[in-house]
């Protein structure tokens, strides 16, 4: 059964920092992985998808890598603002074993805080 | 602009009384998800739809059921809410290719609502 976990649970920074979020997943089956961001009270936004056949993906300021034989993906954000602040969750999306079935799992997130 | 719309935004309902969120979206995508969040928890998928057709997860609770009577529009049915499922619901949409061909869209979600069970 895949399992998703990230580290750490929660990241207090000063504005400004680079900072890395981790990610790791159990089975290495997966079709990609996506990063969210969560905002209290909110739903998931998505920052970056990475296919299983990709290394890592930027957009601005965020940078995800992925490497799948390790079941490893971080979330690189530099020069970190206070409106960074807020949950990200990685999810990996697997096959499943039954007729075309969907398996998209998350992980807990790690609640991330950006001091001004 | 939003493309994944979830009302209410906030419900609150008695223990034992039924309850129906509604999700839709403008972007035509093919699949439909629920899922459930719990305070400081991962998302968890309840069911989702691949066009018409229902895929319930295995530890989805029978207590929870789910219509689609259009591409457009998903609904969450509650028929006897306990207080163990106060939690944020939350609906997702995706584009998907055919049979066991999964095309490496993104998800997309609504805002959610916030559920709860008095």
């Known amino acids: 059964k895949q399992e998703v976990t990230q580290i750490p649970a929660a990241l207090s920074v000063p504005e400004g920092e680079n900072l890395v979020l981790n990610c790791s997943f159990t089975?290495?089956?997966?079709?990609?992985l996506q990063w969210f961001r969560q905002d209290p009270g909110k739903g998931l936004t998505s920052l970056l998808l990475?296919?299983?056949?990709?290394r890592e993906q930027t957009s601005g300021r965020l940078n995800a890598s992925l490497d799948k034989s390790s079941g490893r993906s971080t979330l690189y954000i530099a020069a970190s603002q206070p409106g960074d602040s807020a949950t990200y969750l990685c999810a990996v999306r697997a096959p499943k074993t039954d007729n075309y079935g969907q398996n998209f799992v998350f992980g807990p997130g790690t609640r991330l805080s950006v001091l001004p | 602009d939003a493309m994944v719309i979830q009302n209410p935004r906030y419900q609150v309902t008695q223990f034992g009384k039924p309850v129906t969120l509604s999700c839709s979206q403008t972007l035509n995508h093919n699949v439909m998800y629920w899922y459930q969040q719990k305070s400081s928890q991962a998302p968890k998928l309840l069911f989702h739809y691949y066009d018409k057709d229902f895929n319930n997860e295995a530890d989805t609770p029978d207590n929870f059921q789910s219509r689609r009577p259009n591409t457009s529009f998903c609904f969450l049915d509650i028929r006897s809410p306990g207080l163990g499922d106060t939690a944020m619901y939350l609906c997702?949409?995706?584009?998907?290719?055919?049979?066991?061909?999964?095309?490496?869209?993104?998800?997309?979600f609504g805002d959610g609502t916030r559920l709860s069970i008095l």
């Open positions: 089975d290495s089956a997966i079709y990609n």
């Open positions: 997702a949409t995706s584009r998907d290719g055919t049979d066991n061909f999964y095309s490496n869209q993104p998800q997309h």
């Open positions: 990475i296919q299983s056949s990709q």
